[in-house]
């Protein structure tokens, strides 16, 4: 088991990171009227592991026995049947899933579930009625339509159904689904908690540490306990025991993005606009999120710019960052950012005009793909 | 079989009210509804206004208490955002019950008119297409049905529809009203609030009952039945001044990176950009050291960004615009790029 597994604190006691979070959950379901909860918080920063924490508290250790089942929905749609197959993960008291992953058909699932769940009640011997959670992952990513049919469905199920929904950004949360839920910030935990964390796991792992390691690894984590515990467990993989100087495992696509920044930097010509084309591609095809290669170009960028291109730079990955969001296809929308950062930085060197020629050529045929 | 875990209620379902008269604050329309059970006469409505100023619960108030528990499933269809409202369910299920005609004559001392009620709350998702459909449906079987409309924007409801209905504006909750609401929770539920800690919940809920009551409800529970001005602030989500100060005095330096720096803190931190926006803001427009046209110019950009925000783009890159932009306008740097 990975260490990020294998050390993932399974009741809200053992939390390191986020101690007075997970004293406050305690509290909040000390009695069975807790209202529905959103937690929200940067990627990484442990909402997963809390909410875990808190189903245990809730229901004992009957919510570990998870079993993972591909399910078919077959929806009726008046004239039609719609079916959708989603993944989901499920106990007896507790059911979680990733809605977006139906993509524009999200709201079918939302609505069937919600609505099954409160016709399947759980009933004890005395005919008590009980409830389950549904926990939805991502909903930041759900379409409007989706977000909108939770809002009466929360309401009026609120007591055979109680929602758990997590996201990254609460921005993109629409205010009526906010407004019914209690909103949990869960921040990125700080260096000096990952430290404590990482030396905790080195602990238990009987490691010698030697200084700075954890720091390193933890300043490098960029305040991801998940990325930190990662590369902890691949720099004791690489080598063990440590050494003072130890080589921290690089990010490699990082990386890359730092060489097409470089790129960019070096040489402004349709040519190497081309060849950058291939780079970003390369890294859409593993599955890199189109805006984290965007901001992560952005901030290789920010390195090398002197102060009045910054705000240009920053100005402009806003700008096409917000038209990728309206727009169909990743690629163009980066490759316009770069294009237009080519030409912003040639603008004081007026003897580049025949070259900014053909470079805005180039860059108007891809905006209008 | 595992044990069941009891649940009951949280108190914003617990505190719904039951009745029209009981609801706070809308009294235009409470004054109207009041007159139906008398009269038994109701118009189309249409309910529209911010969440949590109690649309639902009026409506469902006013369909019990017109045709009382057991004529309740037969006479009121209540359709929300969570049912499918295509344009065939519009063409059969709302059509058939539409067309269905009914006796009069009350029963149990409620006053069962002679019609059903259509509840289409947050109708503002249903499609344009959907609406038209309606259309026909309202005026073939007005007499025997009555449609309620429900929504945040009543833009999005069609003129043809709107015009038809009698139009009710739900208002965001005064202070004063809020509070007496509140206090009426804390005696049921034995809690105590100093007068600093109800202001504060008014204000940080801005007009909305439910996001009160539910702040109000885990409060509670966290901190016991003794509540703070402090203890609401930390449940609500609202940034802390001296963060929002912080994003500001960054932009006021004039110097890029300490702003990146501090908007990196912002955003690993957890803070919504939205409401870091709206705090922003507030604290932009109350300084006194900015020009107005600095104001405006920055405004300019906090609105952009917002729209950006509500279109999915990345809480980063928003903020850091506006940030870049703010610098730039607070030292008069001109507000046209390089580039553009
Ligand atoms: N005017 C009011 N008087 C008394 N209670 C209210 C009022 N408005 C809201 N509430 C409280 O807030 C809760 C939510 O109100 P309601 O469901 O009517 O909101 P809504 O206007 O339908 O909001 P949305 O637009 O989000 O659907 C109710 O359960 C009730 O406790
Ligand atoms: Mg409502």
Redesign the pocket.
Known sequence: MLWVDKYRPRTLDKIIAHEEIAQNLKKLVSEHDCPHLLFYGPTGSGKKTLVMALLKQMFGPGVEKVKLENKMWKIDAGTRTIELELTMLSSTHHVEMNPSDAGFQDRYIVQEIIKEMARNRPVDTKGKKGFKVLVLNEVDKLSREAQHSL??TM?KYSASCRLILCCNSSSKVTE?VR??CLNIRVNAPTEEQIIKVLEFIGKKENLQLPPGLTARIAAQSNRNLRRAILSFETCRVQQYPFTINQALPPLDWEQYVSEIASDIMKEQSPKRLFSVRGKIYELLVNCIPPEIILKKLLSELLKKLDSELKHEVCHWAAYYEHRMRLGQKAIFHIEAFVANQSLVQMEPVSSFDHLKDSLCASFSRISYV | MAPVVQSSQP???????RQVK?????DEVVRVLTNTLETANCPHML?Y????????????AISHQLFGPELYKSRVLELNASDDRGINVVRTKIKDFAAVAVGSGSRQGYPCPPYKIIIL??ADSMTEDAQNALRRTMETYSKVTRFFF???YISRIIEPLASRCAKFR?KP?SEG?MSS?ILHICGEEGLTLDSEALSTLSSISQG???RA?TYLQSAARLFGSSITSKDLISVSGVIPQEVVEAVFAACKSGDFDVANKEVNNVIAEGYPVSQMLYQLLEVIINNDDISDEQKARICKKLGEADKCLIDGADEYLQLMYVASHTIRALCDMPEELHFD
């Open positions: 809002r009466r309401e009526a407004s019914r | 108190w914003v379902e617990k505190y719904r009210p009981d609801v706070a604050h809308q309910f206004g911010p969440p949590g100023t109690g649309k639902t619960t009026t409506a469902l709350d947050e429900i929504c945040n739900f909750l009203i609401r909305d009952l439910r009551i």
